[in-house]
């Protein structure tokens, strides 16, 4: 009888485990990893330099206060091309977060309006989303590929 009773609780043991792996726990994002997935689904014009999250907190003007971590690819200036890929303190920084990017965004069109105004339509229909503490934020050469391609990273 104990015998059964001890095949019966490792089965359910095992079951559980199983069903655990399948209940859709998300993992979190690795900004790195995120931002080397999508660098290489989508195009871009410019050449991109690598950021850190200190790097991409400078960049962006993103309070590092509010990033556990971030990674980002940036352009040379002579288009208003990059990406970032931001894992938030929580989902109210995210939504900081999220703010600042809107703001870069902003400043960024009223630059290159004057600068480059060919590439303020590329700024205006830049991809930004939030899932709970994830933030991407993305302007290529193809924002309707970069929208597709960030919606499939974010439901992974």
């Known amino acids: 009888m ?4 001890c095949k019966r609780l490792l089965c359910a043991a095992a079951a559980l485990a199983m069903l655990t792996g399948c209940g859709g726990t998300k993992t979190a994002l690795v900004p ?20 850190d999250k ?8 993103v309070d590092a206060a509010l990033v556990a971590d971030a990674a980002a ?9 990059s990406l970032s890929v931001w894992q938030a303190a929580d989902a109210d920084a995210a939504k900081q977060i999220v703010d600042a990017l809107e703001t870069f965004q902003t400043g960024w069109i009223d630059g290159y309006s004057d600068y480059k105004p060919e590439e303020v339509p590329k700024l205006e229909s830049a991809v930004l989303e939030q899932r709970g503490d994830t933030v991407v934020f993305c302007v290529t050469a ?3 590929g970069a929208a597709d391609a960030v919606k ?3 439901d992974r």
Do not use: P
Request: with cysteine; hydrophobic share 35%; glycine share 6%.
């Open 2 to 5: 104990m015998r059964n009773t």
């Open 32 to 51: 790195q990893d995120a931002v080397a997935s999508l660098q290489s689904q989508l195009a871009f014009t410019d050449e991109m330099t690598e950021k």
């Open 54 to 61: 200190d790097g991409a907190c400078t960049f962006y003007d």
């Open 73 to 81: 690819l940036v352009g040379s200036g002579a288009t208003a091309e």
């Open 142 to 144: 193809d924002n309707d």
């Open 152 to 154: 499939q990273l974010l």
